[in-house]
């Protein structure tokens, strides 16, 4: 059993320190890169006001870089017997460096030092978010263009309803996520405050230079307020939760409606058999599992902000251990959902459209509008044009014109999908990434 980095003159029994641990040493690995690069962060701050030497500075910010390498080659665990990712590298430190090692932790807890984690790691972790809803866009959008012609059903109730078109059905998921992507900014903008210097959540008596370890970490600014920085944890996790939780809402639709529109009655688009999974007794089965996997995947993505909120409710303000709890449900859904865009947009561009659907007689009756207004546009009152109309369907008489003449934004004829393109693209240049990249580069690098 390793000594903890709080341990005086009594050691925890085994048990007690299984159920504490819990899954720290495995969760904390992510979270290993973002330590390190705080901790450079840190120390260059303490060197600058006179806790450590030039050359104490130049010694650490070394080894910092060694162990970053070898997390990087994946050679970093968490020992057995030690507490978590920031025991782990202090216990690398001290054991390579001696005493200079204990000398990092000045001004600093793990309280602070795991909400900077967090941020680090989910400010990279929502950027990815970002491309990848990117890319599914903009294949959503590429299908909406190449068939905006196509007509297709469109339901309410599940009854056949209007016409609608491919063009409008793939293109409404891009404009989905162009929405979602709002959210993905303001959780962007909310996760990159710097919370260090907030130490156990009650700041220090050293005269810590916030601002410095906020511009080497490429922040947008801090989290002032030291109580607030600490009340920070959960409440940053809830509100990235939303934000995914808004992706995978749209994600989910869509697998939903590619599920309905590909089962044989429906026969609206096909899935190259190749995209599909076969049945271990039915011969003919070509089953849609990507879809309903990233169906499910992305239901369970939509309750993690119930998850993260039940766990942290009942908390007064300071920090307390129920909060380490969060990484359980919050790291792993970030892979889920990467996962899930990546299968997304493989697929969408394989989805073969049926341009005949309309042929089927049964799908008629959704002109019967189209009719209604034409009379109406004549100068029949409309409420007579829609009884007359009626009528004729009564009658089996109704004779469906085919063509639709759909002129307004958004509609069948005019999808507005630069418009919508252009929304999307002037979110994106909100975030400025390029900033976190050049503090980080010259952190690290030295
Ligand atoms: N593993 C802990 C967590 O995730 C790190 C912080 C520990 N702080 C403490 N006061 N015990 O919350």
């Known amino acids: 059993m390793a000594t903890k980095l709080w341990q005086k003159n009594t050691t925890p029994t085994a048990e007690i320190e299984r159920f504490t641990i819990g899954r720290d040493r495995e969760l904390d690995l992510l979270l290993a890169e973002s330590d390190v690069v705080g901790s450079m962060a840190h120390i260059t701050m303490l060197e600058s006001i006179g806790l450590l030497t030039a ?10 870089r060694d162990i970053l390498s070898e997390i990087r080659d ?35 807890s793990r309280n602070d030092q795991v909400l900077l984690d967090l941020k680090l790691w989910t400010r990279q972790q929502l950027r990815d978010i970002v491309q990848l809803v990117k890319n599914l866009f903009d294949e959503l959008q590429r299908q909406s263009e190449r068939h905006k012609d196509v007509l297709m059903p469109g339901y309410t109730h599940l009854q056949v309803a209007m016409p609608s078109s491919f063009g409008l059905w793939f293109g409404a998921y891009a404009e989905s996520l162009a929405d979602d992507m709002l959210f993905l900014q303001a959780a962007y903008r909310l996760v990159n405050r710097n919370p260090l210097g907030s130490a156990a959540g009650y700041g220090s008596s050293f005269p810590l230079n916030r601002q410095m370890t906020t511009d080497l970490l490429g922040f947008d600014t801090m989290d002032y307020n030291v109580v607030y920085a600490q009340m920070g ?32 009655n429906f026969a609206f688009v096909k899935l190259p058999a190749e995209c599909t999974t076969g049945s271990s007794i039915m011969p003919h089965k070509k089953n849609p599992d990507v879809f309903e996997l990233t169906r499910a995947k992305c239901n369970k993505l939509q309750a993690l902000p119930q998850q993260v909120t039940l766990i942290m409710n009942n908390l007064p303000s300071g920090y307390f251990r129920d909060l380490q ?23 969408i561009p394989r989805i073969e459209v049926n341009e005949h659907i309309l042929d089927d007689p049964r799908y008629d009756l959704m002109f019967s509008v189209e009719e209604v207004n ?14 007359n109309v009626g009528l004729d369907i009564e009658a089996g008489k109704f004779q469906p014109d085919k063509h639709v003449h759909h002129t307004h934004e958004g509609s069948i004829g005019n999808l507005c999908n630069d418009r919508i393109a252009a929304f999307m693209q ?21």
């Open 55 to 64: 050359d104490e500075l130049t010694t650490l910010l070394a080894a910092l």
């Open 74 to 108: 994946g050679q970093f665990t968490i020992e057995e017997g030690v507490e978590d990712v920031h025991s782990e590298v202090e216990l690398l430190l001290t054991r390579r460096l001696g005493d200079i090692g204990k000398k990092i932790h000045s001004g600093r």
């Open 233 to 264: 944890r959960g409440k940053m996790e809830r509100n990235v939760a939303f934000a995914l939780a808004s992706v995978a809402g749209t994600i989910a639709k869509l697998a939903f409606d590619a599920c309905l529109f590909n089962s044989q």
């Open 325 to 347: 709890v969060l990484k359980e449900v919050f790291l792993p859904a970030f892979e889920e959902l990467k996962d899930c865009l990546t299968m997304t947009a493989y697929i």
């Open 374 to 387: 034409r009379l109406a546009a004549n100068g029949v009152p409309f409420r007579d044009a829609y009884r």
């Open 426 to 446: 002037q979110i994106l240049d909100g975030f400025a990434f390029g900033k976190v990249d050049i503090a980080l580069q010259r952190l690290v690098n030295g």
